[in-house]
């Protein structure tokens, strides 16, 4: 991953060695991210320190958020997604005798990257955010890691990058560029998400997806996937090649070839 000596400024206000045998971990967290070891302070946004793992602690957000690929909803959709039957792997074109590479230009908390490597894909992802990348980074190099699942991860690497500053200086093409741009927020009284609320917290509203859907067709060999809500309008006005429906997502296709 790339560096994250940058202080991230609002972003974070320290870090929580959890344990004792955390403490050295979280002083090499210190001095690379430019912010202090403190107590655990709720009304922080803070990065909690374990010696096997890192995790959020958000206000307002409840339990700390890590990125588990051995559990959770990424083992319920690696084991019974639809594989290469489902929406999302249709909509990148995966059929018998090709499996796409990938970039995941907007990787958030990695679920559709890992679904598309367990599909045998070569995703590199890019996530803007270094809090969210740090705990991808962290997810990937977990030792306590189920073989079939280590095999996943080792088709996945992660980018702290501004995408559009990343696809503007890419050297190879890859098949296809995938998009899964910030939805807008809901009204406070609306059931959000915990990982939702917290990807707005730490990102802020999308601004940019227009030029990085420009962009994007221009970088990609084969295609560029945008993942939408149903019913919402097309990035930008651009209307795609077609489009890929599930109950409640729909994938725009922008088709080179």
Same mark, same amino acid.
Request: hydrophobic share 40%.
């Given at each position: =991953?790339?560096?994250?000596?940058?202080?991230?400024?609002?972003?974070?206000? !320290?870090?929580?060695?959890?344990?004792?045998?955390?403490?050295?971990?979280?002083?090499?967290?210190? @001095?690379?991210?430019?912010?202090?070891?403190? &107590?655990?302070?709720?009304?922080?946004?803070?990065?909690?320190?374990?010696?096997?793992?890192?995790?959020?602690?958000?206000?307002?957000?409840?339990?700390?958020?890590?990125?588990? #690929?051995? !559990?959770?909803?990424?083992?319920?959709?690696?084991? #019974?997604?639809?594989?290469?039957? *489902?929406?999302?792997?249709? $909509? /990148?074109? =995966?059929?018998?005798?090709?499996?796409?590479?990938? +970039?995941?230009?907007?990787?958030?908390?990695?679920?559709?990257? #890992?679904?598309?490597? !367990?599909?045998?894909?070569? /995703?590199?992802?890019?996530?803007?955010?270094?809090?969210?990348?740090?705990?991808?980074?962290? $997810?990937? *190099?977990?030792?306590? =890691?189920?073989?079939?699942?280590? /095999?996943?991860?080792?088709?996945?690497? +992660?980018?702290?990058?501004?995408?559009?500053?990343?696809?503007?200086? &890419?050297?190879?093409?890859?098949?296809?560029?995938?998009?899964?741009?910030?939805?807008?927020?809901?009204?406070? !009284?609306?059931?959000? @998400?915990?990982?939702?609320?917290?990807?707005?917290?730490?990102?802020?509203?999308?601004?940019?997806?227009?030029?990085?859907?420009?962009?994007?067709? *221009?970088?990609?060999?084969?295609?560029? %996937?945008?993942?939408?809500?149903?019913?919402?309008?097309? %990035?930008?006005?651009?209307?795609?090649?077609?489009? +890929?429906?599930?109950?409640?997502?729909?994938?725009?296709?922008?088709?080179?070839?």
């Amino acid at each position: =991953m790339d560096s994250l000596l940058q202080p991230l400024n609002n972003t974070l206000d !320290s870090l929580v060695a959890v344990s004792p045998q955390a403490l050295p971990r979280a002083k090499s967290l210190e @001095k690379e991210l430019c912010v202090p070891i403190k &107590l655990l302070d709720k009304s922080l946004v803070q990065l909690l320190v374990e010696d096997d793992r890192l995790s959020l602690q958000v206000p307002d957000i409840g339990n700390p958020v890590f990125i588990d #690929f051995s !559990s959770g909803k990424y083992d319920h959709r690696r084991k #019974f997604g639809g594989g290469k039957g *489902q929406p999302l792997a249709k $909509a /990148v074109g =995966m059929k018998q005798g090709h499996t796409p590479n990938i +970039i995941d230009a907007t990787a958030g908390f990695a679920r559709d990257a #890992f679904v598309l490597a !367990s599909l045998g894909s070569t /995703v590199t992802m890019l996530e803007q955010s270094p809090l969210i990348s740090l705990l991808i980074e962290d $997810a990937l *190099q977990q030792k306590e =890691m189920a073989d079939e699942v280590k /095999v996943i991860t080792e088709r996945m690497t +992660i980018h702290h990058a501004n995408a559009i500053d990343f696809l503007s200086t &890419l050297q190879e093409q890859p098949d296809v560029v995938y998009m899964d741009p910030m939805y807008p927020s809901r009204d406070k !009284s609306a059931l959000v @998400k915990k990982e939702m609320q917290v990807l707005h917290q730490l990102i802020g509203p999308d601004t940019n997806s227009e030029e990085l859907l420009t962009l994007a067709r *221009q970088v990609a060999r084969r295609r560029v %996937v945008v993942k939408r809500p149903k019913g919402a309008e097309f %990035v930008g006005n651009q209307k795609p090649s077609a489009s +890929i429906q599930s109950k409640n997502t729909r994938y725009d296709l922008y088709v080179n070839s």
